[in-house]
């Protein structure tokens, strides 16, 4: 069956950095895009882009370039996303979804359990 | 960017019929899909591609899109169902990007 299995809960202070990890299992991990959706506390779902795990070439939405990086190692079948010099509004639950682009619907079919990033003092 | 707007809250009674809305401009001509997230957990997938059920997703579950308004509606609602609801299509625009509505609040009575 497919899984995700995120990282677990991170704590940081402000300015450092995190990387959050996202490990597909039950399917083919070249198969599927894969996108990134942030969550803040008590608020909404926002997507922050997706890698195209074939080429490794990262799409970032607006608002997530500069501090935030994509990248893969296909060899364990595992995304990560990288966030540097964080901030306070940072601070949210980060998922990874497989996103089905490739088969010409733009959905997320499956998601990670969701990782929270903390900043704090 | 393109903006979905959802109800915030949707109150219905067990066994009735809930329908959340997502309006967006002419988003009948996209394709709409939409995720039930539970408290603490992650979003599920319920609708895809505006009518269509993943494997799992009971027939209770359906939806429709056309001209400015996609509905998300739950047949003979359970108190499981009880949730927060997103709609989600794919701006292909300018922007290229996924778009989320603002999410519903299901209460059950």
């Known amino acids: 069956q497919v899984q995700l299995v995120q990282s677990g809960s991170e704590l940081k202070k402000p300015g450092a950095s995190v990387k959050v990890s996202c490990k597909a299992s039950g399917y083919t991990f070249t198969s599927y895009a894969m996108s990134w959706v942030r969550q803040a506390p008590g608020q909404g779902l926002e997507w922050m882009g997706w890698i195209n795990t074939n080429t490794g070439n990262p799409t970032y939405a607006q608002g997530f370039t500069g501090r935030f990086v994509f990248s893969l190692d296909t060899s364990v079948s595992t995304a990560y996303l990288q966030i540097s010099s964080l901030k306070a509004e940072d601070t949210a639950v980060y998922y990874c979804?497989?996103?089905?682009?490739?088969?010409?619907?733009?959905?997320?079919?499956?998601w990670g359990q969701g990782t929270l990033v903390t900043v704090s003092a | 960017s393109y903006v979905l707007t959802q109800p915030p809250s949707v109150s219905v009674a067990p066994g009735k019929t809930a329908r959340i809305t997502c309006g967006g401009n002419?988003?009948?001509?996209?394709?709409v899909h939409w995720y039930q997230q539970k408290p603490g957990q992650a979003p599920v997938l319920v609708v895809y591609d505006d009518s269509d059920r993943p494997s799992g997703i009971p027939e209770r579950f359906s939806g429709s899109n056309s001209g400015n308004t996609a509905t998300l509606t739950i047949s003979r609602v359970e108190a499981g169902d009880e949730a927060d609801y997103y709609c989600q299509v794919w701006d292909s625009s300018s922007d290229h990007q996924a778009v989320f509505g603002g999410g519903t609040k299901l209460t059950v009575l």
């Open positions: 979804a497989r996103d089905r682009a490739a088969a010409g619907s733009n959905h997320f079919d499956y």
């Open positions: 002419n988003i009948g001509i996209n394709s």
